[in-house]
């Protein structure tokens, strides 16, 4: 599935944190087995992205068709090209209202040399390539929260 609400946690021991929908269909599988994968994907990667949202109808493991994956150690299928591999197994979860916040404990990162990411930003997906992408988002995005607390 594809999700924005990943973050780190700690760095020692590296953890992160993931936010389920629980009505979604990868979430009785994260349950059920207490692995995952995290590919952060490079900013050519949209269709990727696209595919596992379920649009047109895509399901399970159809999803993965038309990109390469290597499986990790724990078993779980990480993006060959993705700008970062994550596996990790499932230390906690909160079940909250309509998500499970998920805490995974990092058991391997593999990092490719590759440096444009890609984001989500209202409601469109943007490369972020250089420092200065990431300055430019911070000073747009500031005005409209800005504007958003007034209202
Ligand atoms: C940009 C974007 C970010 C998303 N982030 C999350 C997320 O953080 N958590 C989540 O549960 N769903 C998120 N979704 C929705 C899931 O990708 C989508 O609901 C899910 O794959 C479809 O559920 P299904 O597997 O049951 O078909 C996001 C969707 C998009 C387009």
Same mark, same amino acid.
């Given at each position: 599935?594809?999700?924005?609400?990943?973050?780190s946690?700690?760095?020692?021991?590296?953890?992160?944190?993931?936010?389920?929908?629980?009505?979604?269909?990868?979430?009785?599988?994260?349950?059920r087995?207490?692995?995952?994968?995290?590919?952060?994907?490079t900013?050519?990667? $949209?269709?990727? %992205?696209?595919?596992?949202?379920?649009? !047109?109808g895509?399901?399970?493991? &159809? /999803?993965?068709?038309? =990109?390469q994956?290597?499986?990790?150690?724990?078993?779980?299928?990480?993006?060959?090209?993705?700008?970062?591999?994550?596996?990790?197994?499932?230390?906690?979860?909160?079940?909250r209202?309509?998500?499970a916040?998920?805490?995974?404990?990092?058991?391997?990162?593999?990092?490719? $040399?590759?440096? %444009?990411?890609?984001?989500?930003?209202? !409601?469109?997906?943007?490369?972020? &390539? /250089?420092?200065?992408? =990431?300055l430019?988002?911070?000073?747009?995005?500031?005005?409209?929260?800005?504007?958003?607390?007034?209202a």
């Amino acid at each position: 599935m594809t999700v924005t609400s990943v973050s780190s946690l700690s760095v020692d021991p590296p953890t992160l944190i993931v936010s389920i929908n629980r009505d979604a269909s990868s979430w009785p599988l994260v349950k059920r087995y207490g692995f995952f994968g995290v590919s952060i994907l490079t900013s050519d990667q $949209v269709d990727i %992205a696209e595919r596992f949202t379920g649009k !047109g109808g895509l399901k399970g493991v &159809d /999803r993965f068709a038309g =990109a390469q994956w290597t499986i990790g150690s724990s078993g779980v299928p990480l993006l060959a090209g993705a700008l970062a591999a994550i596996d990790c197994e499932v230390e906690d979860i909160v079940e909250r209202h309509s998500h499970a916040i998920v805490i995974g404990r990092v058991l391997d990162v593999t990092v490719s $040399v590759r440096t %444009a990411a890609l984001a989500y930003w209202q !409601g469109q997906y943007v490369a972020i &390539d /250089r420092d200065e992408d =990431a300055l430019r988002l911070a000073e747009v995005s500031l005005p409209a929260s800005r504007a958003t607390r007034k209202a």
